[in-house]
């Protein structure tokens, strides 16, 4: 069942835009007003797993195997959302206010809401905007990961859609939403519970899919390439360039090819080559060291964030070299 504008659901949440699929036609998601406060708030249903109900199909054994599952399902999400809860309502991240399954006696659908954000509709267009206000937007992004990750939370799901773009005193300020792939981080996770866009995996989340789990799992630096690809194109308006025998960037980078990143397309051309300032090489070195093959050489996220703030601040890394140093991360 698809909702539309007037439905009840669970006789607490008034639609207001009628559900539409999402990820792959895993959930729907729409809009409802909660008739006992009066906000509105982004409710998304899942469509798998169903909780079985009286009347459901099949035996008991196989019911109470799917009520297993669903259990198992609810418990990851309360445990995701317990560690959302330390991250603060209304910052960077947009946690979950409410979670029940919800239909008949054949069975019921789970159910999350959360707080609805009004997003600007520039999440395509940061790399037109000035340099300065291209790293804040990168800061901000930065800095909602670095507050999931400090709270033992891996996204393992981040893309541009996961990353609302938000109008904030002037300003354009990132917030990092879906955390339905999340885990807690040395939390084991089966493989077919691992979900998310191709074009934003890691080596190592590729690969341990297309082993079916028999390679390390993803942890946090899973989430610094992903983030790496992001923020490419946060600052030159595409992601790295793939000769045409690769369709995705992990591709590429587990057959031991070094990214090309390209120039920030806002930059004039002199005589046929494109102007490079010191600062676009900067922050193409760090989003480079980002997208390496190794995870344990990739930065981790505070060290991001440490040298995007001072780009941000000063412009260029410091000339001084001991400076330097202490700014730039060890590879």
Not at 103 to 109: A, L
Not at 223 to 228: A, Y
Not at 309 to 331: E, Q, R, S, V, W
Request: proline share 5%; with cysteine; hydrophobic share 35%.
């Amino acid at each position: 069942m698809s909702y539309k504008t007037g439905d009840l659901i669970a006789d607490k949440y008034l639609v207001t835009r009628e559900f539409d699929s999402a990820n792959g036609g895993q959930c729907q998601w729409g809009f409802a007003v909660n008739i006992n406060d009066g906000n509105e708030y982004f409710v998304k249903k899942f469509l798998s797993p169903v909780y079985p109900g009286e009347k459901a199909p099949g035996g008991e054994k196989s019911k109470q195997k799917r009520r297993d599952q669903c259990d198992k399902f609810a418990r990851k999400q309360l445990l995701i959302q317990e560690a959302l809860s330390a991250c603060g309502a209304g910052g960077s991240v947009v946690v979950m206010v409410d979670f029940f399954k919800y239909g008949n006696e054949n069975g019921e659908h789970f159910f999350k809401v959360c707080q609805k954000v009004d997003t600007s509709s520039l999440s395509k267009v940061i790399h037109t905007l000035e340099p300065k206000k291209r790293l804040f937007v990168m800061l901000t992004a930065v800095g909602a990961l670095n507050i999931l990750h400090y709270n033992g939370i891996v996204h393992l799901d981040l893309k541009p859609d996961n990353i609302l773009i938000q109008e904030w005193e002037g300003k354009q300020v990132a917030k990092i939403i879906d955390f339905d792939s999340s885990i807690i981080e040395g939390e084991s996770i089966a493989v077919e519970f691992l979900v998310g866009d191709p074009v934003y995996y890691s080596p190592e989340f590729a690969k341990h899919i297309s082993t079916n789990g028999e390679t390390p799992a993803p942890n946090k630096k899973s989430d610094i390439f992903s983030l790496g690809l992001i923020l490419c194109e946060y600052w030159t308006g595409s992601r790295p360039f793939l000769s045409g025998s690769y369709t995705y960037a992990h591709e590429a980078v587990l057959d031991g090819k070094k990214l090309e990143l390209p120039l920030p397309q806002s930059k004039s051309k002199l005589r046929g080559t494109m102007i490079q300032t010191p600062l676009d090489t900067e922050v193409r070195n760090l989003i480079g060291k980002m997208l390496i093959l190794s995870p344990e050489k990739r930065p981790q996220i505070t060290q991001v964030q440490q040298q995007i703030k001072y780009l941000y601040n000063n412009g260029t890394l410091p000339k001084n070299k001991d400076a330097k140093n202490k700014l730039i991360m060890n590879f």
